[in-house]
Nanobody
Framework: VQLQACGGGLVQAGGSLRLSCAAS????????MGWFRQAPGKEREFVSR????????DYAESVKGRFTISRDNTKNTVYLQMNSLKPEDTAVYYC???????????????WGQGTLVTVSS
């Protein structure tokens, strides 16, 4: 599977960005998807995940109420809407796909290349 993430950039604190991740090479609608991030000098951490149908979502405590994950199975794309961004959200954001069909919670099988989000104070 190939995952192509985009939508990162530089934004001021309080601003918004929407990340997109387009998938190919697999029947997208059968797999749970997730977003993770890695800040400079830190380990990669979970941000959000969504089931194959989009019916169930989950978020890290640090982003609850500010980020929204969604997917469009007709476009093989998963999104991460990020509002009220904070400087501590600065990181490279990675999308990821589960390794098993209709599995939950996500057990990452493949990673996208990452997109950089920088939030200035």
């Amino acid at each position: 599977v190939q995952l192509q993430a985009c939508g990162g950039g530089l934004v001021q604190a309080g601003g918004s960005l929407r990340l997109s991740c387009a998938a190919s090479g697999r029947t997208f609608s059968r797999y749970s998807m997730g977003w993770f991030r890695q800040a400079p000098g830190k380990e990669r951490e979970f941000v959000s995940r969504i089931t194959w149908s989009g019916g169930t979502t989950d978020y890290a405590e640090s982003v609850k109420g500010r980020f929204t994950i969604s997917r469009d199975n007709t476009k093989n794309t998963v999104y991460l809407q990020m509002n009220s961004l904070k400087p501590e959200d600065t990181a490279v954001y990675y999308c990821a796909v589960d390794g098993a069909i209709r599995s939950w919670p996500i057990n990452v099988d493949s990673w996208g290349q990452g997109t950089l989000v920088t939030v200035s104070s």
